[in-house]
């Protein structure tokens, strides 16, 4: 029988704002961090710096509140977060191919979102795209494997093992308890996942996305998938904007209309909706069994 936690009995309302005070608390750790380590005359304008500032505050906004919750909550990580539940070898086969056979079909959602106009009120986050961006231009100017391989490691791996242990396993399990309804659970996570980005001309493709991890940890009933595909996902993008940033072929990929790229955007579709349905009947199976 599991271990119960102090938190275990308290309500999914009083459970929400206590996985809220330990996030803004982890939010003020990394901020008071950064700013003891990084040079106050020079503030993240070296690519290092900013990798140990997105370290930081990868550690201390996602991963060590995902880690005090569960072990608050279950008195086991493992138990909480869904660790130990035996993952089937078909299942992640079929969510690995479909993480690589949807990258047209996002990129191509991406694009449209691009071209959403918004209002006035909203110039702020076009400005903070565009400082995200020139970060982005500066973290990948160096072609070497080496810059490389750090990339993979803080943007693929730290980023997607942390914000699946937050928003899938332990952010969707508590709005589930608020709510009562996996679907709706899984989408107020997904849509609190791309807006915590600050990314608006990404939001609809990240919601997608974020949609399809709650459903992964939902029919595997294990963390292990969701985190394994979102790295996956995630070390796609670095690879190609690695090899292809400020070049015509990475102004292809961030431009992919369905116009130009038909064919491609629509066998990605359709490979991915037969995918998506052969692991739901998979995990539907599962979910069965169980009960």
């Known amino acids: 029988m599991d271990n ?14 206590f996985f809220c005070f330990l996030s803004f608390s982890g939010l003020i750790m990394a901020t008071l961090i950064i700013l003891l380590m990084v040079p106050a005359d020079n503030p993240l304008q070296s690519v290092p710096s900013i990798q140990i ?11 060590i509140p995902s880690l005090v919750y569960a072990f608050l909550y279950q008195g086991s990580i493992k138990n909480y977060l869904n660790t130990r539940t035996q993952i089937d070898v078909l299942f992640l086969l079929g969510t690995i191919l479909l993480i690589i056979f949807i990258q047209p079909a996002i990129n191509c959602i991406g694009y449209y979102n691009q071209q959403m ?5 909203f ?19 160096d072609r070497t494997i080496i810059s490389l391989i750090i990339n993979l ?8 093992l942390t914000e699946e242990f937050f928003f899938r396993g332990c952010l969707q399990q508590i709005i589930l308890k608020i ?20 990314q608006f001309y990404g939001f ?26 979102h790295i996956m996902h995630n070390a796609i993008n670095v690879v190609l904007i690695h090899m292809c940033y400020d070049t015509p072929k990475g102004s292809q990929i961030e431009n992919f209309p369905f116009e130009e790229n038909a064919v491609l955007i629509s066998a990605s579709f359709i490979i991915s909706a037969l995918i998506i349905f052969m692991i739901y009947r998979r ?7 169980e009960n």
Not at 53 to 63: D, M, N, S
Not at 204 to 222: D, E, I, K, Q, T
């Open 4 to 17: 119960k936690g102090i938190l275990y009995n308290m309500g999914g309302w009083s459970q929400f704002f």
């Open 53 to 63: 500032a997105q370290v930081i505050q990868t550690v201390c906004l996602f991963l």
């Open 117 to 121: 106009i918004l209002p006035e009120f």
């Open 123 to 141: 110039d702020w986050m076009k400005e903070y795209e565009e400082s995200a961006e020139k970060t982005l231009k500066l973290v990948f100017a």
């Open 153 to 160: 490691l803080v943007i693929a791996v730290l980023a997607g």
């Open 179 to 198: 709510v009562k309804n996996r679907h709706l659970a899984i989408w107020i996570t997904a849509i609190t996942f791309s807006a915590i980005h600050l």
């Open 204 to 229: 609809v493709p990240r919601v997608l996305l974020g949609a399809l991890l709650g459903y992964l940890f939902v029919w595997s009933g294990n963390i292990w998938v969701p985190v394994i595909v």
């Open 283 to 289: 995990g539907v199976n599962r979910l069965e069994s």
